[in-house]
């Protein structure tokens, strides 16, 4: 009997990683129903965007990212999932084009409400028992793993508890199965995922903090390279910074620690449970503590009210010496939020200069980055290919961007190399042939932090 033709699924996900690993897994459920994946610009029997509605601008792309595909369709379905869904779920369903609007809380049955849909495109056949996690990642060779959900913290400037509701943990058991299977599939770096991991815990199983998990995640599988993706400061413990310490190679030298000021003043407004002074000590403590580690943080211009000293404070953390890139926000309304009821607004242009001054700053810092690690062995793994060259970009442990040797790379493993020069934000690297006294290990990094107050 003729194998029936096979059918095409496209995703496209904007936003945060947690949302790529949720795209991930809703695609892995399609192919026991004898869908392959396509690229996002081919044609396709069904299209999947899955939202951000982190701010305007997100909303703003995500309705375009909609309408691009609303126009070469045809015939093939649009289904629109997640937080864009969940914060203005009406309004979505009615954007031209769009079949089918599935929010987070149905995420984990986005494909049995489509098959329920459309069973004359999905078939008969019922959804057969697949592997509980996501064991492949279309065409990306490092791994996102969710291991919770949900927000309890109320950022007066944030919508993301509305959409994603409170914090909930995934069992520390099915962590630990998900990466096994994730190394079996050959996966060599795993970066864990979630609204807040830093509060992830699993009482029944004994695990009481997000550095116990650290610890049986190292014990109970063989992965090589853990990552953490973002850690909100004020739960970066003693604990996670010896433990980092304490696991050279197999914990990356990398923290995301969302900043958003650097003044009192709009960090009380933002209701951020930390001041500046404790942003400061946890960035100057890893920085001592871990050398060679990067260290990023998301930043908002143009909260309400903040004024010129207040933005001058934000700068001084980020040109400080502690930090290693920026990613810079601009602040916007989101409904139902504390801050979007304070009526002293920033002027625009104001804000679309701080904004120019902060990327400039970040670019800078990154560039010091990439430069204080040229003469060192590094370790990386290839994510995307040079159009120009034809070579892999590779990502190092501490998270810098480095141009693989000819041949190297295009696989999920981690490779070797040695930084031999430095362009700007990027480091070119050839084959690790180097005897070991005139190459260092990838550990100096960024030589001296000034002490900022
Ligand atoms: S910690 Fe604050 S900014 Fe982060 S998701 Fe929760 S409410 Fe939003």
């Known amino acids: 009997m003729k194998k029936p033709k096979m059918k095409k699924l496209a995703t496209h996900t904007l936003g945060c990683r947690l949302n790529q690993f949720e795209t991930e897994k809703i695609a892995a459920r399609f192919e026991a129903y004898d869908f392959g994946r396509v690229e996002f610009a081919e044609s396709a029997d069904l299209y999947l965007i899955n939202t951000c509605t982190v701010t305007h601008k997100a909303d703003a ?14 015939d093939a379905k649009l289904v629109v999932v997640g937080c864009y869904v969940e914060s203005d779920r009406q309004r ?4 031209p084009g769009v079949d089918l609007v599935i929010g987070n809380r149905e995420k984990n049955r986005a494909t049995e409400l489509m098959s329920n849909h459309w069973p004359e495109l999905f078939g008969e056949k019922s959804e057969p028992s697949c592997a509980a996690g996501v064991s492949d990642f279309y065409q990306r060779s490092r791994a996102w793993l969710k291991i919770s959900d949900g927000c309890n913290q109320r950022c007066s400037f944030c919508i993301i508890p509305t959409v994603r509701g409170p914090l909930r943990n995934n069992s520390a058991a099915n962590v630990i199965r998900d990466i096994n299977q994730l190394v079996a599939a050959g996966y060599h770096e795993v970066v864990l995922t979630g609204v807040h991991i830093g509060h992830f815990k699993d009482s029944k199983a004994g695990v009481g903090s997000l550095t116990d998990l650290l610890a049986l995640i190292l014990a109970e599988t063989d992965l090589p390279r853990l990552r953490l993706s973002s850690l909100e400061p004020q739960v970066v413990s003693d604990d996670i910074v010896e433990f980092m310490v304490g696991n050279p190679g197999r914990v990356c030298r990398y923290l ?19 001041d500046r002074t404790r942003y400061i000590e ?31 404070r934000t700068c001084e953390i980020a040109d400080g010496g502690s930090m290693d890139y920026l990613h810079v926000f601009t602040y916007s309304d989101r409904s139902g939020t504390g801050a979007s009821a304070i009526t002293e607004k920033c002027d625009p242009k104001l804000v679309a200069s701080r904004h120019r001054r902060l990327r400039k700053i970040s ?91």
């Open 256 to 274: 995301h620690l969302p900043m958003q000021s650097g003044s009192d003043a709009v960090l009380s407004a933002m209701r951020r449970p930390y």
């Open 282 to 312: 946890v960035i100057e403590n890893l920085k001592s503590s871990l050398p060679g580690i990067t260290i990023g943080g998301d930043v908002i211009v143009g909260f309400p009210g903040e004024t010129d000293e207040d933005f001058e």
């Open 92 to 95: 979505v369903a009615e954007l």
């Open 363 to 453: 670019k800078a810092r990154l560039a010091k980055a990439h430069s204080a690690a040229v003469g060192a062995v590094v370790s990386a793994i290839s994510e995307n290919r040079d159009e120009e060259t034809g070579r892999w970009w590779g990502v190092t442990d501490n998270y810098l961007r480095v141009l693989l040797p000819e041949g190297v790379g295009g696989d999920r493993r981690i490779h070797t190399v040695f930084a031999e020069s430095c362009e700007g934000d990027y480091l070119v690297s050839k084959p690790n042939d180097t005897t070991r006294d005139n190459a260092r290990d990838n550990i100096d990094g960024i030589a001296s932090t000034t002490a900022i107050r």
């Open 61 to 74: 792309t995500c309705r375009q990212m909609i309408s691009n595909v609303a126009r070469r369709k045809g």
